[in-house]
């Protein structure tokens, strides 16, 4: 599974966000350590706190799986929903809820995943190790987990 098939795997799910308050679905994508992806889209709620990144809905099926621990590397796309599709050139990069959530798989996974921040348009992508987005994580460790 190369980078762009990851990304593409979120970019079609991307087009399952349930988004129609924001207007700007995002899709995730998981690549497990045995070549399984599992994805996400945004699921936003009329009591917009409730609404839930594709992050976290990708990682709740993960866990829902029993696969929580086996995830290596992340793609995020995302836009603004247009016409036609997602419009938008800036790289979507995981919220700050989302890297704590995602920091609970990398910590028991043993692994610092890679993350790959992706644009609905263009080819711009940017690339991090989650300890750079979220430095000095608390997570299961510091709980003794992991
Ligand atoms: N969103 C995500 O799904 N992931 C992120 O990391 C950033 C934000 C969603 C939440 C909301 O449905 C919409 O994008 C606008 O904030």
Redesign the pocket.
Known sequence: MTRNELIAAARAAAAN?H?P??R???G?ALLLADGTVVTG????NASYGL???????ALAKANSEGRLRDVVEVA?I?GAMAEGGLSGTSP????GR?RQVLNEAAQLGGRDLIVHCAAAEGDAVATYRLSDLLPHAFGPADLGFG
């Open positions: 966000a988004a308050y924001s700007f679905g995002v995730a889209c945004n699921f936003e609404s839930l990144c594709a992050e976290t809905v995020v995302g979507v990069s995981p919220c989302c």
